[in-house]
């Protein structure tokens, strides 16, 4: 990681970086900080040689080596990044509230914008809704392309930014061409290398934040980390990390809540952690007791299946989605725990 002596480099200067590191088959990336922007070596950082010619350089402060195997995950590189931004939103300040349909239903948009002021007035700073669907059984509702106007026609009512995910390329283009302020990457998708790659590439200088899901075999936590690498190697730290539960699953939730491994990220890595409890426990009797967990773990936020008519919705809506009353007393229950544990850190 390349610290410089100014907080900001020229472009000629990231350009002498870039030229030495190629010379021992690297690359420098680049983060933009609030405070200043650093630097990471993208490659086998190893060689002194290397360290010694970029140390060398009138504009460079020092090389910190990372020893972590993602390199711009690291909570080491904060360097002032505090939060990431989602159009209006930001997460990493303070408790943060993300909460909609799971499914938007082209048929009754009604519902989703009345979900949409509903959940603003429960004091969501994002409206997640639910364009596409990835679906076990291939004869389920899968998403329209016209729910992706329903959600944007919310977002212009409400003035929340929205968030959807998206699952493939198509998907992607279309989302950002819209104006979606927060991609999501679930579970299923969670090791799609590709789509990663794909996700940091196209918003590249764009105000577009990611939401990364866990994925549901779990796995070693760095793995989970290493795949947000992805994202932001790509040229954008806009990134939150999601635990949303795991198999194998546990009698009575619909996963194995994961809630706890918070603390473990916050202390390995520098990005917000934002917790799905409604997939992870899949009851709305128990999501109000799984997002104070959430809170009391650090989180810096939830996000939170909610639906005016929960019987009345798609998808997962009907067997977990809480109603907009439930959502108001939870998260104002949730921000004062949070104040609480933030004591404990």
């Known amino acids: 990681m390349i610290i410089p002596n100014k907080p900001r480099l020229t472009d000629e200067e990231y350009a002498t970086l870039n030229a030495i590191a190629a010379e021992f088959h690297c690359k420098v990336g680049q983060i933009h900080g609030e405070a200043m922007d650093v630097y990471p070596i993208i490659g086998d950082e190893s060689d002194d040689l290397l360290i010694n010619r970029i140390e060398g350089l009138p504009f460079v402060d020092h090389v910190a080596r990372v020893q972590e195997p993602y390199k711009l995950m690291a909570r080491g590189n904060k360097m002032g990044i505090t939060a990431i931004k989602a159009g209006t939103a930001e997460i990493g300040r303070d408790f943060a509230l993300i909460a909609g349909a799971c499914t938007i239903d ?97 918003i590249k200088g764009k105000p577009v934040a990611v939401i990364l899901k866990r994925s549901i075999h779990a796995g070693p936590m760095d793995e989970f980390i290493s795949a947000a690498e992805y994202i932001v190697a790509g040229g954008n730290p806009n990134v939150a990390l999601c635990p949303r539960g795991t198999v194998p699953k546990v009698d009575g939730f619909r996963y194995n809540p994961d809630d706890h491994i918070t603390m473990l990220l916050k202390k390995k890595t520098w990005a917000p952690v934002v917790v799905d409890p409604s997939h992870a426990v899949g009851n709305p009797a128990y999501v109000p007791h799984a997002c104070l967990a959430a809170a009391a773990y650090g989180a810096d936020g939830v996000m939170v299946e909610a639906h005016v008519n929960p019987k009345a919705g798609l998808g997962d809506d009907p067997k977990q989605a809480v109603t907009p009353d439930v959502l108001a007393k939870v998260y104002k229950d949730c921000q004062a725990i949070w104040r609480v544990a933030r004591g404990y850190t």
């Open 106 to 202: 082209p048929k009754n948009p009604q519902y989703f914008i009345e979900t949409a002021f509903a959940c603003k007035e429960a004091g969501a700073r994002i409206l997640r809704g639910g364009v596409w669907k990835p679906r076990t059984n291939p004869h389920t509702f899968q998403g329209d392309d016209k729910s992706l106007q329903i959600l944007m026609d919310a977002k212009a009512k409400t003035g929340l930014p929205v968030n959807t995910e998206v699952m493939d390329e198509r998907q992607l283009r279309l989302a950002l061409e819209a104006g979606v302020d927060m991609l999501q990457i679930g579970a299923r998708n969670a090791l799609n290398y590709s789509l990663l790659k794909n996700v940091g590439v196209s």
